[in-house]
């Protein structure tokens, strides 16, 4: 068995606190939002946390409900939206270049003797964007092609909390933690005469070697296991892995499941009683992926900023700690505070250069012509959509009574309306014959149709019906939203064009709703996400922060009729800044509540319109909310500068200055700027900075996926396919594009299901089996063709074993049955096709549901090599062939892609199929997008 390696980027080691330098092939980071849904899927459209930001109290971006400007946003599963268990996560590939974490909550009390606890514990994660080099450059980038950012975790839970609860899912990056307790995340391999995995655990590993990227780390192979629940006291750390100093609890035993270990006395790993077995060096207890551990002792030192002496990588999605508490005054109690509400704050930002960027970043965002290159679709202010389906105009049988209605192979597999060619019946030769050529009807429609039934000769969207109301803002819609779109607001038409039925807001502010088109759609267009289209930079520092919390007083009727006079001047020069003007453009466009009628205006505000209460509705309101995060926030920010900003708000106090004087006391100790300032290189020495709304970011980014580019992809296999095997020919045309509709076929399932997240290993296995299962020699072309999909040959009594009435014995009998082969003929009807061989009605039907088409009664679909893609990629990883699935042999630490056959068929060609992995999974790696 061979094992594979994995790369794990760590920090580079010097200088220590050093961003990485430009590179002449960047990687594009992989984003994720900070939470998953509830189901722990993850969120495919950035409206799902705009709907929770409005079911928050506080926190709203870019204006605070207290009337300030605000850098974040705050979130909590009080909505019941996400799914919380492990935490805060990471947003994006990045370093870990600061942290704390608390011993224990402070405590506050206010001067009315009242009790609140707060979290002062946070991390700070550095991610470098670098633009996709410009069309036919070489070379190493220029430096300013690149930019740092920095995203914010703000309010994290203390250590007392992880004591309080062992179940609490710890960071594994955590600084000088050498005490760990191993998780059951991996599974002893097969053993090889049953296939049976083996205890829950983690693989031990010889030493890591050094990856092709600086300071990563990549796997060696497994020399051993420690079943969960054993303890061991690391004596060193490389990246993510940890190297074993001894074994305080358990015991080390195989890699495989019943296999043998150790020496004939001896329980340790640099012995063994096989030849082949790997070992390591003596009284080498081997390494651990630190991702698979958790840390049972308390990270050194707690209360303080810690810098680390090398920054920390994390991917995308790693659990950065649990969200810890903040209680406002209004949550204070007269008694000690207990835990009652968890809070987090999230914020991004960049130095004052990153507006020369974003510059640079569109400039070059216009050289992209590529399709692939222009993944958000921006409906521009002013586009008129389709709202109205052109009317039927025939019947679906027009002069003969229907026998049936067959659902044409060029028919979408999904959307309101299908392709069908309708037949009738011949009364003097009982033949089937076309009436017509081929219709659209309703897809519903499709089980009960009738000869009467409406139809229609083209297909019913047609971008001559664009129409009023005009979309009133500019929308941007990634491909992955567009995707995520439920089946009736989905279509193709006979071009193979996609259509999608978005809503927006028209000029008054009301919900219309309309269809889109990809191509050719009047005010749309494809862009890139450097592009960052509907981003605006607006800069709030000429806002004085007791202007704010005057105009604030009065906007709430705080302010008494003297003080309404006084604070006119205020509220003027607030109302008149940009960011106000800005969100009192887009909050106007909030649609008046149905109390107001369908005439009639809110009553009109002295202070302006832009309250805390029309911020939170915006959020619920989508175009509204994609406006408003789409606000680049150039202002100081409230975890650094100096005190004299707050302080000049205490003379407006009045009766609550007491209490304002304590939590001035909590303000300042919330402050870390300056602890970071000057000891994280590139980190911005001055606090006025510009803040991006992460969810926005994300969204923007999210569709850049990292996965294929597949043309690179094709050129660099077409250049190896011979090495493939012995006695291999030339790559030809005809697999060259099966090859190409296989891989786009793939893609094209992660982007529906998988919010375009690729999974690179899994689908170099995909590929090494359909290599092996598509070969098949033409004798009337003299020449072997691959990836297309096939059907499993021989005769039809070949198929009688998978027959329910024909099979030989009663168990062969039996599990044809217990497969859903239930008729005489379903062995045969139901034999191998595609590209793994898809067999048993079961599995037909399965794969049917999940991709919409009926495939347990149109077998040959499965032929289609769309189809036959997305039943690999849903089969392989949901385990529906035998039971067993991709990520049983398939992780971050692992690719086991021997033992990985076992998904298809036992370990037959399972050693040749691994090495195509292999070969695969390189060129994959090289062909990233």
């Given at each position: 068995?061979?094992?594979?390696?994995?790369?794990?980027?760590?920090?580079?080691?010097t200088p220590a606190s050093a961003p990485p330098a430009p590179t002449s092939a960047t990687t594009p980071l992989t984003w994720r939002y900070p939470f998953p849904d509830k189901d722990y899927k993850e969120v495919t459209s950035p409206q799902t946390f705009y709907q929770a930001l409005a079911g928050m109290d506080d926190g709203f971006f870019p204006l605070g409900v207290n009337g300030f400007p605000h850098g974040g946003i705050h979130l909590n599963n009080s909505v019941g939206m996400f799914g919380t268990k492990d935490g805060v996560r990471?947003?994006?590939?990045?370093?870990?270049?600061?942290?704390?974490?608390?011993?224990?909550?402070?405590?506050?009390?206010?001067?009315?003797?009242?009790?609140?606890?707060?979290?002062?514990?946070?991390?700070?994660?550095?991610?470098?964007?670098?633009?996709?080099?410009?069309?036919?450059?070489?070379?190493?980038?220029?430096?300013?092609?690149?930019?740092?950012?920095?995203?914010?975790?703000?309010?994290?839970?203390?250590?007392?909390?992880?004591?309080?609860?062992?179940?609490?899912?710890?960071?594994?990056?955590?600084?000088?933690?050498?005490?760990?307790?191993?998780?059951?995340?991996?599974?002893?391999?097969?053993?090889?005469?049953?296939?049976?995995?083996?205890?829950?655990?983690?693989?031990?590993?010889?030493?890591?070697?050094?990856?092709?990227?600086?300071?990563?780390?990549?796997?060696?192979?497994?020399?051993?296991?420690?079943?969960?629940?054993?303890?061991?006291?690391?004596?060193?750390?490389?990246?993510?892995?940890?190297?074993?100093?001894?074994?305080?609890?358990?015991?080390?035993?195989?890699?495989?499941?019943?296999?043998?270990?150790?020496?004939?006395?001896?329980?340790?790993?640099?012995?063994?009683?096989?030849?082949?077995?790997?070992?390591?060096?003596?009284?080498?207890?081997?390494?651990?992926?630190?991702?698979?551990?958790?840390?049972?002792?308390?990270?050194?030192?707690?209360?303080?900023?810690?810098?680390?002496?090398?920054?920390?990588?994390?991917?995308?999605?790693?659990?950065?700690?649990?969200?810890?508490?903040?209680?406002?005054?209004?949550?204070?109690?007269?008694?000690?505070?207990?835990?009652?509400?968890?809070?987090?704050?999230?914020?991004?930002?960049?130095?004052?250069?990153?507006?020369?960027?974003?510059?640079?970043?569109?400039?070059?965002?216009?050289?992209?012509?590529?399709?692939?290159?222009?993944?958000?679709?921006?409906?521009?202010?002013?586009?008129?959509?389709?709202?109205?389906?052109?009317?039927?105009?025939?019947?679906?049988?027009?002069?003969?009574?229907?026998?049936?209605?067959?659902?044409?192979?060029?028919?979408?597999?999904?959307?309101?309306?299908?392709?069908?060619?309708?037949?009738?019946?011949?009364?003097?030769?009982?033949?089937?014959?076309?009436?017509?050529?081929?219709?659209?009807?309703?897809?519903?429609?499709?089980?009960?149709?009738?000869?009467?039934?409406?139809?229609?000769?083209?297909?019913?969207?047609?971008?001559?019906?664009?129409?009023?109301?005009?979309?009133?803002?500019?929308?941007?819609?990634?491909?992955?939203?567009?995707?995520?779109?439920?089946?009736?607001?989905?279509?193709?038409?006979?071009?193979?064009?996609?259509?999608?039925?978005?809503?927006?807001?028209?000029?008054?502010?009301?919900?219309?709703?309309?269809?889109?088109?990809?191509?050719?759609?009047?005010?749309?267009?494809?862009?890139?996400?450097?592009?960052?289209?509907?981003?605006?930079?607006?800069?709030?520092?000429?806002?004085?922060?007791?202007?704010?919390?005057?105009?604030?007083?009065?906007?709430?009727?705080?302010?008494?009729?003297?003080?309404?006079?006084?604070?006119?001047?205020?509220?003027?020069?607030?109302?008149?800044?940009?960011?106000?003007?800005?969100?009192?453009?887009?909050?106007?466009?909030?649609?008046?509540?149905?109390?107001?009628?369908?005439?009639?205006?809110?009553?009109?505000?002295?202070?302006?319109?832009?309250?805390?209460?029309?911020?939170?509705?915006?959020?619920?309101?989508?175009?509204?909310?994609?406006?408003?995060?789409?606000?680049?926030?150039?202002?100081?920010?409230?975890?650094?500068?100096?005190?004299?900003?707050?302080?000049?708000?205490?003379?407006?106090?009045?009766?609550?200055?007491?209490?304002?004087?304590?939590?001035?006391?909590?303000?300042?100790?919330?402050?870390?700027?300056?602890?970071?300032?000057?000891?994280?290189?590139?980190?911005?020495?001055?606090?006025?900075?510009?803040?991006?709304?992460?969810?926005?970011?994300?969204?923007?980014?999210?569709?850049?996926?990292?996965?294929?580019?597949?043309?690179?992809?094709?050129?660099?296999?077409?250049?190896?396919?011979?090495?493939?095997?012995?006695?291999?020919?030339?790559?030809?045309?005809?697999?060259?594009?099966?090859?190409?509709?296989?891989?786009?076929?793939?893609?094209?399932?992660?982007?529906?299901?998988?919010?375009?997240?690729?999974?690179?290993?899994?689908?170099?296995?995909?590929?090494?089996?359909?290599?092996?299962?598509?070969?098949?020699?033409?004798?009337?072309?003299?020449?072997?063709?691959?990836?297309?999909?096939?059907?499993?040959?021989?005769?039809?009594?070949?198929?009688?074993?998978?027959?329910?009435?024909?099979?030989?014995?009663?168990?062969?009998?039996?599990?044809?049955?217990?497969?859903?082969?239930?008729?005489?003929?379903d062995g045969y009807k139901y034999r191998g096709r595609g590209y793994v061989q898809v067999t048993w009605r079961n599995n037909y039907r399965a794969i049917g549901q999940v991709i919409g088409i009926d495939l347990a009664n149109n077998p040959d679909r499965m032929l289609e090599p769309e189809i036959a893609a997305w039943a690999t990629v849903y089969g392989m990883e949901n385990g529906i062939f035998t039971g067993r699935r991709l990520s049983n042999y398939i992780s971050e630490a692992t690719q086991d892609y021997v033992n990985a056959r076992?998904?298809?068929?036992?370990?037959?060609?399972?050693?040749?199929?691994?090495?195509?992995?292999?070969?695969?999974?390189?060129?994959?790696?090289?062909?990233?997008?």
């Amino acid at each position: 068995m061979t094992a594979q390696t994995h790369p794990h980027p760590a920090p580079p080691p010097t200088p220590a606190s050093a961003p990485p330098a430009p590179t002449s092939a960047t990687t594009p980071l992989t984003w994720r939002y900070p939470f998953p849904d509830k189901d722990y899927k993850e969120v495919t459209s950035p409206q799902t946390f705009y709907q929770a930001l409005a079911g928050m109290d506080d926190g709203f971006f870019p204006l605070g409900v207290n009337g300030f400007p605000h850098g974040g946003i705050h979130l909590n599963n009080s909505v019941g939206m996400f799914g919380t268990k492990d935490g805060v996560r990471c947003i994006a590939d990045g370093y870990i270049v600061a942290y704390k974490i608390d011993d224990a909550y402070p405590h506050l009390q206010f001067k009315d003797g009242k009790w609140a606890m707060y979290s002062t514990g946070f991390v700070l994660v550095r991610h470098r964007l670098t633009l996709p080099p410009a069309p036919n450059s070489t070379g190493v980038q220029p430096a300013d092609e690149s930019h740092d950012i920095y995203s914010l975790y703000m309010h994290t839970a203390d250590w007392a909390t992880y004591l309080a609860d062992e179940k609490l899912k710890r960071p594994w990056w955590w600084l000088n933690v050498d005490a760990f307790r191993v998780q059951g995340r991996d599974r002893q391999m097969a053993a090889p005469k049953d296939g049976t995995t083996g205890a829950a655990g983690a693989f031990v590993w010889t030493e890591p070697k050094a990856g092709k990227k600086p300071g990563s780390f990549t796997a060696g192979e497994r020399v051993g296991f420690l079943p969960e629940g054993s303890e061991i006291i690391a004596s060193e750390t490389r990246g993510q892995w940890v190297h074993i100093k001894r074994i305080t609890a358990g015991h080390m035993t195989s890699p495989v499941n019943g296999g043998y270990f150790g020496g004939e006395d001896e329980n340790v790993p640099w012995k063994t009683e096989t030849n082949n077995a790997k070992v390591t060096p003596e009284n080498d207890w081997g390494w651990l992926y630190k991702p698979n551990l958790k840390g049972i002792k308390e990270p050194d030192p707690v209360g303080q900023v810690v810098i680390p002496p090398a920054p920390v990588f994390v991917k995308a999605g790693t659990p950065l700690g649990q969200i810890g508490e903040y209680h406002d005054y209004e949550r204070a109690t007269p008694l000690p505070p207990v835990p009652k509400r968890q809070l987090l704050h999230l914020e991004v930002f960049a130095d004052d250069s990153f507006s020369a960027f974003l510059d640079k970043s569109r400039a070059r965002a216009a050289q992209f012509l590529r399709p692939d290159q222009l993944p958000l679709l921006v409906i521009n202010a002013g586009a008129k959509l389709v709202k109205d389906v052109l009317p039927a105009d025939r019947k679906l049988c027009e002069w003969r009574p229907l026998y049936r209605a067959d659902v044409t192979p060029d028919s979408p597999a999904s959307g309101p309306w299908i392709k069908v060619q309708p037949r009738y019946q011949d009364p003097t030769t009982t033949l089937l014959m076309p009436e017509g050529a081929p219709v659209w009807i309703e897809r519903e429609k499709l089980a009960t149709a009738t000869a009467t039934t409406p139809a229609w000769t083209q297909f019913p969207l047609s971008l001559q019906k664009v129409a009023d109301p005009a979309n009133a803002f500019t929308l941007v819609y990634s491909r992955s939203q567009l995707d995520g779109l439920s089946a009736r607001e989905k279509a193709v038409d006979d071009a193979k064009t996609q259509w999608w039925r978005v809503k927006f807001g028209d000029a008054d502010g009301h919900p219309a709703s309309g269809w889109v088109c990809e191509k050719k759609h009047p005010d749309t267009q494809w862009q890139s996400p450097w592009a960052w289209p509907g981003f605006e930079k607006v800069d709030a520092t000429g806002i004085d922060l007791a202007d704010a919390f005057r105009r604030n007083l009065v906007l709430t009727g705080s302010a008494d009729w003297k003080e309404q006079t006084e604070f006119e001047p205020s509220v003027t020069a607030v109302n008149g800044s940009p960011l106000l003007l800005k969100l009192e453009r887009t909050i106007a466009k909030l649609a008046p509540p149905p109390s107001y009628g369908a005439s009639s205006k809110p009553k009109e505000n002295p202070a302006g319109k832009v309250t805390g209460k029309a911020m939170q509705a915006a959020m619920r309101t989508p175009w509204l909310a994609q406006a408003l995060s789409r606000v680049i926030l150039r202002y100081e920010s409230e975890w650094g500068g100096d005190m004299s900003r707050w302080n000049a708000i205490t003379p407006l106090m009045r009766n609550a200055k007491d209490n304002w004087l304590v939590e001035l006391q909590r303000i300042h100790e919330l402050q870390w700027w300056n602890d970071v300032k000057g000891k994280v290189a590139g980190f911005p020495v001055s606090a006025t900075v510009h803040h991006i709304h992460p969810i926005a970011l994300v969204a923007n980014f999210m569709c850049n996926c990292g996965c294929i580019d597949i043309d690179k992809f094709l050129q660099a296999y077409e250049a190896e396919h011979v090495a493939f095997e012995a006695g291999t020919q030339p790559l030809d045309d005809a697999s060259k594009n099966n090859l190409r509709i296989f891989i786009q076929g793939i893609l094209d399932y992660y982007k529906k299901y998988k919010n375009g997240e690729c999974n690179i290993a899994y689908i170099a296995y995909m590929l090494g089996t359909a290599r092996l299962e598509t070969k098949k020699y033409h004798a009337n072309l003299h020449k072997t063709i691959y990836f297309e999909p096939t059907t499993e040959g021989g005769p039809i009594p070949y198929f009688n074993k998978y027959d329910p009435v024909l099979a030989d014995t009663a168990a062969h009998r039996q599990r044809a049955l217990d497969n859903g082969n239930a008729h005489q003929g379903d062995g045969y009807k139901y034999r191998g096709r595609g590209y793994v061989q898809v067999t048993w009605r079961n599995n037909y039907r399965a794969i049917g549901q999940v991709i919409g088409i009926d495939l347990a009664n149109n077998p040959d679909r499965m032929l289609e090599p769309e189809i036959a893609a997305w039943a690999t990629v849903y089969g392989m990883e949901n385990g529906i062939f035998t039971g067993r699935r991709l990520s049983n042999y398939i992780s971050e630490a692992t690719q086991d892609y021997v033992n990985a056959r076992r998904i298809i068929n036992g370990l037959d060609q399972a050693d040749k199929i691994a090495g195509f992995a292999i070969k695969f999974k390189i060129i994959l790696e090289g062909t990233r997008c």
